[in-house]
């Protein structure tokens, strides 16, 4: 069974950058997949950051963004602010109705 | 504006079931999938499923199958999530959240519903 890969933690300076991943056990994300990525405060249902590898949800400031790098989704954050630390989440389509989430990322801006 | 109301939370005893619903508002209710995601406590999100609410079709994750049910009454715009044979392990906040564009897109999300599982 393919799992979806996080990175379970990382840590980025304020106003620095930082490239979260999200990858598969077996095999290369691609677009085929429509990687989106979500970010959830502690206490608080998951908000939209990037949908269909990268394109920002309405509302989401221009430091989020997605791609693919490699054979990973990608999420970069610039210019961390210390509100952005929490926690962010990939998910993948799998096909055939089925998504799967990764494990998440907690962020730590320090 | 767009809404999902979901109900309130239960407590269970392991083995029984457990009915969550999720009322949706502000919007038509068969024109978007209705998904349901779970996150036990401390733990990530876990996708569970989605219903199309305009026939009714259901897409399970393979975790689930055989244990859990969506279905949902368009006359009232509500989807419903029901898990049987409950375990501790599904102690959890149950959300519904609204699928728009692509199926990784999950635009508005429910309030949660927290279900614990204890004897």
Redesign the interface.
Known sequence: QTVVTQEPSFSVSPGGTVTLTCGLTSGSVSTDYYPSWYQQTPGQAPRTLIFSTNTRSSGVPDRFSGSILGNKAALTITGAQADDECDYYCVLYMGSGISVFGGGTKLTVL | QVQLMQSGAEVKKPGASVKVSCKASGYTFNDHYM?W?RQAPGQ????MG?INPNNGGT?Y??KFRGRVTMTRDTSISTAYMELSRLRSDDTAVY?C?RQR???????Y????TLVTVSS
Request: aromatic share 14%.
């Open positions: 998904h995601v990530g999100l876990e996708w989605r897409d994750a393979p959300y959240a564009v692509v199926a990784t897109l999950l635009d999300w429910g309030q949660g």
